[in-house]
């Protein structure tokens, strides 16, 4: 710049990142992964506050192309999920194990996990 005084400037950039999976086909559905839940809510009870409660998510690939999950996201730090697998064949199972840490909170509180898979096929 031609400013003397300060001639460095700083410039700040954000953005919001989000992954493109291409919309489908009705024969790709047909031949694609197909994630099942048996159960998809877990009710921890009455959890003293401080203590960590944990639980596993079972699911089934139910499609006829393999499974490959890209990502499991928590929509608050105090959620940790772990999937046991991230790539199942047609027929085949596993789990999520998921940990709620109860610390600094208090009263009924809810938590979500985002399941999302690859957008290669």
């Given at each position: 710049t031609t400013d003397e005084k300060m001639p460095d400037k700083r410039v700040t950039v954000l953005?919001?990142?989000h992954q493109y999976i291409p919309p489908m086909t009705d024969e790709e559905k047909a031949k694609a992964a197909k994630i099942f839940f048996p159960e998809n809510k877990?009710?921890?009870g009455d959890v003293k506050q401080?203590?960590?409660v944990t639980t596993n998510f079972s699911f089934t690939n139910k499609g006829?192309?393999?499974?490959?999950?890209y990502k499991v996201k928590t929509s608050c730090g105090c959620t940790v999920s772990e999937p046991e697998?991230?790539?199942l064949k047609p027929g085949e199972s596993s789990s999520i194990k998921v940990t709620f840490n109860s610390a600094g909170h208090n009263g009924r509180d809810e938590k979500e996990i985002t399941v999302t898979r690859?957008?290669?096929q």
């Open positions: 953005a919001d990142i877990h009710d921890f401080g203590d960590a006829k192309s393999e499974l490959d999950i697998k991230t790539k690859s957008s290669i």
